[in-house]
């Protein structure tokens, strides 16, 4: 229940603006807390984009990809399935509305569990303390925290020189909304959003081509998981990573295709175009500057690492505060802002927050890669384990797939670890386990996995690592016995 405030405000301790994986988790915390909490959301459910139109619906989607996939590589090509023509994208999706409805309704319980008030519509700061709320009346609330966290999201970038039309040009809140799976695709973009649609689009038979100024998609990530994401990529049949190409033109020909001019020359043609160059901080609107806040020249609200903003009071996170913009680093950047916002410990930072990329094959990360682990640390070992080289890869018939382990070379201490393929998103946790305690690669020798599985390749990992120390001090013992 809040109380009254100045000037006719409600008085509150905590008022969080957005109820996506930042607002809603930092507002549970603050109730947990014992705190009087409120989250304004403008969408007609809790969750924001996350659940209604990003993660949620596109997961969906990928699972039906996914198990189309596994059945055709279990089954040898022996027995395939084929999507007609007139399937529309929706009937691919038919479990979509009861995932979205019911994890709406899982976060809105959790929140009422926590006396948590909802309050539905648009949020503009008055002052650094003072938010009003215009609901779809034109009725006004106006809102007082005490402490006030702001979580809004993000919306796709639509720039002027691309006609997103959402009918033959789509971004990537549009792009599930097509009637019919098409026969050809455009991604323009090597993010994680192009990369994730455009491997989804490719595993249901669309011929895909990507293209991105960069050389390689995904260029944050390690360079050898890379390698064999873009090989799984091209294996597919029509799809092509275009890198280093920045486009010039993006027309729909009247006819049946979208005509897409690169600054090397190319037009590509195809019969949709997905645009996935990035996201927009959702602050239009929001007033910020009446708060004492300004952004980035990017659009995002500068943080410290603890997500506190320029006003003590005042914290941000998710989307707004720019990358890695991934619901897991968003739900701990919630939950941290509003630890340190009552003076509650915070624990370790966010350098372990995981990586997870829903691409097929999956790709997932956590701490340093080898070049970061290189320049930090010196020498490192590298082990690496082919899932091609498991009993569970080849029953599963998933052989493309790659885990690498990064070690301090004098401690054997575990760094990092990176992986690529299925399962990808649930294997990295053991590796963030790892490296939270501080082990070494010999508990993954020592330790007892079932058999046949992919977590298996941490020993296997782990074993490539030992091999290589003991390869090293023979050879240096052979040196000193040699005298050279």
Not at 269 to 281: I, N, T, W, Y
Not at 295 to 315: E, K, L, Q, S, Y
Not at 450 to 473: C, H, I, K, M, S
């Amino acid at each position: 229940m809040s109380v009254s405030g100045p000037g006719g405000a409600e008085g509150w301790d905590v008022v969080v603006i957005g109820s996506g994986p930042a607002g809603q988790k930092a507002a549970v915390q603050a109730a947990k807390a014992g705190r009087r909490v409120c989250v304004v959301e403008r969408d007609t459910g809790v969750g924001g984009a996350c659940v209604h139109r990003g993660t949620i619906p596109s997961k969906t989607l990928r699972e039906t990809a996914v198990s189309l996939l596994g059945f055709r590589a279990r089954m040898g090509h022996h027995i395939d399935i084929e999507i007609p023509p007139e399937l529309q994208l929706t009937s691919l999706m038919d479990r979509m509305e009861r995932v979205v409805t019911a994890h709406v309704g899982y976060m809105a319980d959790q929140m009422t569990r926590n006396g948590i008030e909802q309050v539905h519509g648009r949020a503009s700061f008055l002052d650094s303390h003072t938010v009003a709320v215009e609901n779809v009346y034109g009725g006004m609330r106006l809102l007082r925290g005490e402490i006030i966290v702001i979580a809004p999201g993000s919306r796709p970038r639509t720039p002027d020189d691309v006609p997103v039309d959402h009918e033959h040009v789509y971004d990537s809140d549009s792009i599930l909304s097509m009637a019919y799976p098409p026969k050809s695709l455009t991604v323009l973009g090597g993010g994680v959003i192009a990369a994730e649609y455009a491997t989804i689009f490719a595993a249901l038979g669309v011929e895909v081509t990507m293209v991105d100024r960069a050389a390689r998609p995904l260029s944050f990530l390690d360079g050898e998981i890379l390698d064999v994401f873009v090989a799984a990529f091209e294996a597919q049949e029509g799809c092509t990573f275009v890198g280093g190409a920045k486009v010039e033109n993006v027309a729909w020909d009247g006819v049946g295709s979208v005509v897409t001019t690169l600054d090397n020359g190319w037009e590509l043609k195809s019969e949709k175009l997905l645009f996935a160059l990035g996201r927009v901080a959702n602050l239009e609107g929001l007033c910020i500057e009446a708060a004492g806040l300004e952004t980035t020249p990017r659009g995002h609200i500068p943080v410290d690492a603890d997500c506190r903003t320029a006003v003590p009071h005042i914290f941000a996170a998710g989307d707004v505060i720019g990358p890695p913009a991934l619901a897991s680093a968003a739900m701990e950047q919630g939950r941290r802002a509003m630890r340190v916002a009552l003076d509650m410990p915070a624990g370790r930072g966010g350098d372990l927050i995981p990586a997870g990329i829903y691409t097929i094959p999956e790709i997932s990360s956590v701490g340093l890669d080898e070049a970061a682990a290189t320049a930090e640390h010196g020498e490192v070992f590298v082990g690496r384990s082919k899932f091609s080289e498991l009993a569970r890869g080849q029953i599963a018939n998933v052989t493309d797939g790659l885990l690498k382990l990064v070690v301090e070379a004098d401690s054997l201490r575990v760094l990092g670890c990176q992986v690529i393929g299925e399962g990808a998103t649930e294997l990295i946790h053991v590796a963030q386990l790892a490296i939270a305690n501080e082990n070494d690669v010999h508990m993954f020798v020592e330790s007892i996995f079932n058999f046949p599985t992919l977590a298996e390749a941490y020993r296997v990992a782990a074993l490539d690592v030992l091999g290589q120390v003991q390869a090293r001090a023979f050879e240096s013992d052979t040196r000193a016995g040699s005298g050279t």
